[in-house]
């Protein structure tokens, strides 16, 4: 019969805590390094390449994550990979992830004022240094908050990877509020750890973004 | 490797996915709906000088912003029954897309009414317009044209969002894919179309949003 809610049961929880952290830092890392590739494909002089990345970007954001999850997963499987279903859904994540993470960092590129292409090949950088130290550096701090919030998004998405099977925190949670019939304790134990680790970050971005505007108002 | 695709089973379940597209655009019509009332309703309470309402709509807009739509969901539909509160799923999920699209439209309606400019409505006074025409011509028109891109966006993310009510089987486009893949066990085939749906859906939806934007809100800013 079931249990009750105690100590063993919270560290179960705190154990799913783990894998949301570990699985959304591995999606946030592989996404940074893809979305960059992406945001960089976004803005090249090669129509074919701005095209495909627009495809892959549009198809990204106009379709459920879940949906991507289950794909991604299944897809997988029938390519006649065995992967662990962690590497399945990290993979997916990361997918997920370098779309969105690109289309912020294309609109922060953009964004730059196109003086400061013209004076980086004005003064004969060429595309790599041009890009690494004189375009990116101001992007991505104009691209900061968004990015942020787009990790909150992604710590939250990782819920969806219960979906499949993948025992992470909200996972955790719906076995422990089977064992122990507490579902209101429970989800709002879960709800908590979610919002202990979403709210800080949050804050933090919108404290950066109020500190951009000030600048950008003087 | 003995696999071969065989959509002939998607194909075959084809009506049933199209009444759930159908379903899908209803649950997330339901609840964007909601959320605008909310959304409406959270503004002016957000507005007010109790400082308890204020603190309660920032509460709620953080609460939901920072928690999972899945364990939102499981909230209400696991948890909700011990007080004694149960609902039938598509009512959890129409509440629940409604609470977490609220919470989103709070913001976004917000950010419309600090753009209303105080000096427009005053010149409008002063050209002898009345007070209904100067709310709706210089108030209301143009916030809904600075929210509009951002309320139809989050329309869509809702819309996607709501292949997440499948997880308490709320009858929708995903609770159908899975009932035909539990059937058929062609998982991937299954999935892939109905992301195709779910593509056409959101691309539906924006092109629709952009056409009625154009009609509408088609006048020089400055």
Redesign the interface.
């Known amino acids: 019969m079931g249990t009750t809610f105690g100590l063993g049961e919270l560290g179960f929880l705190i154990q799913g805590l783990k894998w949301t952290v570990l699985l959304a830092a591995i999606a946030f890392v592989g996404g940074g390094i893809g979305g960059l590739g992406v945001a960089l494909a976004r803005v090249s002089t090669s129509k074919p390449l701005r095209r495909i990345t627009g495809g892959y970007i549009a198809?990204f954001q106009?379709?459920?994550?879940?949906?991507?999850l289950?794909?991604i997963y299944?897809?997988l499987?029938?390519m006649?990979l065995m992967l662990p279903a962690w590497v399945a859904v990290a993979i997916a994540f990361t997918l997920h992830a370098s779309a969105f993470l690109g289309e912020i960092w294309r609109g922060a590129i953009e964004a730059l004022p196109k003086g400061q292409f013209e004076a980086a090949r004005a003064l004969g950088l060429h595309y790599v240094p041009r890009m690494r130290d004189v375009i990116l550096p101001q992007a991505l701090r104009i691209a900061l908050p968004a990015t942020i919030g787009f990790l909150?998004q992604l710590i939250?998405?990782t819920?969806?990877a219960?979906?499949v099977g993948f025992i992470e925190l909200?996972r955790a949670?719906?076995i422990v509020?089977n064992q122990t019939y507490?579902?209101?304790l429970v989800?709002?134990v879960?709800?908590a750890l979610?919002?202990a680790l979403?709210?800080p970050l949050?804050l933090y971005g919108s404290r950066i973004e109020g500190r951009i505007a000030r600048a950008t108002a003087r | 490797m003995g696999y071969t695709l065989d959509f002939s089973v998607v194909i075959d379940a084809l009506p049933s996915l199209l009444w759930g597209c159908l379903a899908t655009i209803g649950l997330a019509q339901s609840g964007m709906s909601l959320a605008l009332v909310i959304g409406v309703a959270g503004v002016v309470a957000r507005g007010s000088n109790q400082r308890w309402l204020r603190g309660l709509v920032i509460g709620f807009v953080e609460l939901i912003r920072n928690t999972p739509f899945l364990v939102q969901i499981f909230f209400l539909f696991f948890a909700l029954p011990h007080i004694g509160l149960t609902l039938n799923p598509t009512v959890t999920a129409i509440l629940a897309l409604g609470l977490n699209g609220g919470a989103y439209a709070i913001e976004i309606i917000r950010g419309g009414v600090q753009s209303i400019d105080k000096g427009q409505i005053e010149a409008g006074l002063a050209l002898g317009l009345h007070k209904g025409q100067v709310f709706r011509m210089i108030v209301l028109k143009p916030a809904l044209r600075a929210i509009y891109p951002s309320l139809t966006g989050q329309f869509i993310m809702l819309t996607l969002t709501s292949s997440i009510c499948s997880a308490i089987a709320a009858y929708e486009l995903t609770s159908v894919a899975q009932r035909i893949e539990s059937d058929t066990f062609r998982s991937f085939e299954v999935y892939f179309t109905i992301t195709g749906l779910y593509l056409a859906i959101s691309w539906l939806m924006m092109t629709g949003f952009s056409v009625f934007s154009r009609r509408y809100f088609n006048y020089p800013t400055r």
């Open positions: 198809l106009g379709t459920p994550l879940l949906m991507q289950f794909v299944y897809g499987g029938l006649g909150v939250k998405g819920s969806l219960a979906i909200a949670g719906q509020s507490a579902p209101l989800f709002t879960v709800g979610y919002f979403c709210w949050s």
